[in-house]
């Protein structure tokens, strides 16, 4: 079983809640009505590839079993928001269309068939202090030994950035996690924003300062609880483009298959998984 030790070695990586369980994800799913495919929403697509399986920031096939095949955590908890959805997603062809917490949930459950997930429906430009208070009882009252939270999109996004009220906010929900039954906690902070296509020009330093501050503040907050940051803007290659949805600050489905993948990295690296 993973302990709480896990935060050594920097890993730069709403009221409803449901239940939600998902079959490891297969080849590409087709793409649904209305959405656009993201060679027309991204204009930077990854060629290099056929797809997941033969994406080096994807997990390959079977990969996921073998880095969790010692993993002892039967009920999981998400936390976060709308960046955990699969509402808006480009489909990037070769990348099926899950997201990456149903992902993880799938990767998890191959060890575990029982293996549970409590998923809060995310709400766009959800920041820290409505996360806590419109979500952490819900985690709480499931009693998980494994929490995802995904987080900073809001606040990067935001007019001001106070980022001594953001810490606070996050150790705040840190604290009352690891309190509680929660063995493992990952905080998931975002793509590097300034890569998006969606950003003014005029911002673009802006954001990139404010990220990495954000980046710092997390880490510094997650070591203190004993917590893992995994940090996805680390985690891009060259061709970052078509990590993200033509819906603002939606991930394609690409992203959520390159941030499953950094996730579950993570958490086979972790003491006591294999």
Do not use: N
């Not at 390959?60 to 010692?70: K, R, S, T, V």
């Amino acid at each position: 079983m993973a302990g709480p030790e896990q935060g050594r070695g920097r890993v730069r990586t709403r009221a409803g809640t449901e239940r939600r369980g998902s079959g490891a994800p297969g080849g590409p799913a087709p793409t649904a009505a209305g959405e656009v495919t993201a060679a027309a929403a991204a204009g930077e697509v990854t060629a290099a590839v056929a797809g997941e399986h033969e994406d080096p920031q994807c997990l390959a096939p079977g990969e996921a079993a073998g880095l969790l095949a010692g993993a002892g955590w039967r009920r999981a908890v998400v936390l976060g928001d709308s960046t955990t959805e699969s509402t808006g997603m480009t489909v990037v062809p070769g990348w099926a269309r899950a997201t990456w917490t149903d992902r993880v949930a799938a990767a998890l459950r191959e060890t575990d068939p029982q293996f549970a997930c409590l998923h809060p429906r995310g709400r766009r430009d959800l920041p820290l202090s409505h996360i806590r208070s419109t979500q952490l009882g819900d985690a709480l009252d499931f009693a998980g030994d494994l929490a995802l939270l995904t987080c900073g999109g809001p606040e990067l996004r935001a007019q001001s950035f106070d980022p001594d009220a953001m810490e606070l906010e996050l150790s705040r929900i840190l604290s009352a996690l690891r309190g509680a039954t929660c063995q493992v906690v990952l905080v998931v902070s975002p793509f590097d924003l300034t890569r998006t296509g969606q950003v003014p020009a005029g911002r673009l330093t802006a954001v990139r300062a404010r990220q990495r501050l954000l980046a710092e503040r997390i880490e510094s907050v997650a070591l203190r609880h004993g917590c893992v940051h995994v940090d996805l803007a680390a985690h891009e290659g060259a061709s970052s483009a078509d990590l993200w949805s033509a819906r603002p600050w939606r991930l394609s489905s690409r992203g959520h298959a390159v941030a499953a993948a950094a996730v579950v990295r993570t958490l086979g690296g972790l003491p006591g998984t294999r």
